[in-house]
């Protein structure tokens, strides 16, 4: 069976400081991947998405970044991270592009 | 821009009453549409699946119907249970394989 992982459950990080977030995907070949994000008090929005390795599509201009490395590997990057980059980021896959989504646990970010 | 809104923002309802959620869409052109259940800190659980050419779908107490030429969506859980607590989010597959979700409805059931 197909199992995702997130780490770090929980991070707080001070303005300014980079961001590494880890994704992997175990029992599947190049699913397509995602990154969301939720704020408090807004819905889901996504972030990046991947449909194998080194393509990465962005929804939304902002100083993150994604890559893949591998083709179970989605990592979440920032250079210098913002107040408002604090929220609840979730990835998740699929076998095909209009599939069911399956999301990881999710990692709460706060940034001071 | 597909926006998709979900009603009421909040219910709560004692134990073994049966209820619906509501979610519309501006945009009839969905590939598909999916309901998710998101627990307090945790990720999403797929809960159902209806795609763009079915009426509806049922798992369980759960039934999901879709009425894309008017936009709208109901999930139905019926015999409420504790256990059914829980943010259920409704979100609509466009063409492109984006999900767009709505804000949610934070349910509530009493023992």
């Known amino acids: 069976s197909q199992t995702i992982h997130q780490w770090p459950a929980t991070l707080v990080q001070p303005v300014g400081s980079p961001l590494s977030l880890e994704c992997t995907v175990e029992g599947t070949s190049n699913p397509n991947l995602y990154w969301y994000r939720q704020a408090a008090g807004r819905g889901l929005q996504l972030l990046f998405y991947s449909v194998g390795i080194g393509q990465i599509s962005s929804e939304v201009p902002q100083n993150l970044s994604a890559s893949r490395p591998q083709d179970w590997q989605f990592i979440l990057s920032s250079k210098k991270l913002l107040l408002s980059d604090s929220g609840f980021y979730l990835c998740?896959?699929?076998?095909?592009?209009?599939?069911?989504?399956?999301f990881g646990p999710g990692t709460r970010l706060t940034v001071l | 821009k597909q926006e998709v809104t979900q009603i009421p923002a909040a219910l709560s309802v004692p134990e073994g009453e049966n209820l619906v959620l509501n979610c519309s869409f501006t945009?009839?052109?969905?590939?598909?549409l999916q309901w998710f259940r998101q627990d307090p800190g945790k990720g999403l659980t797929s809960l159902l699946l209806?795609?763009?050419?079915?009426r509806e779908q049922t798992s369980g107490r759960l039934n999901a119907s879709l009425d894309k030429s008017s936009g709208r969506s109901t999930l139905y859980i019926a015999a409420s249970q504790p256990g059914d607590s829980a943010t259920y989010l409704c979100?609509?597959?466009?063409?492109?394989?984006?999900?767009?979700f709505g804000a949610g409805t934070i349910l509530r059931v009493k023992s």
């Open positions: 209806i795609q763009s050419s079915q």
């Open positions: 945009d009839s052109a969905i590939y598909n």
């Open positions: 998740a896959w699929s076998l095909d592009g209009a599939d069911t989504q399956y």
């Open positions: 979100a609509v597959m466009e063409y492109g394989n984006k999900l767009v």
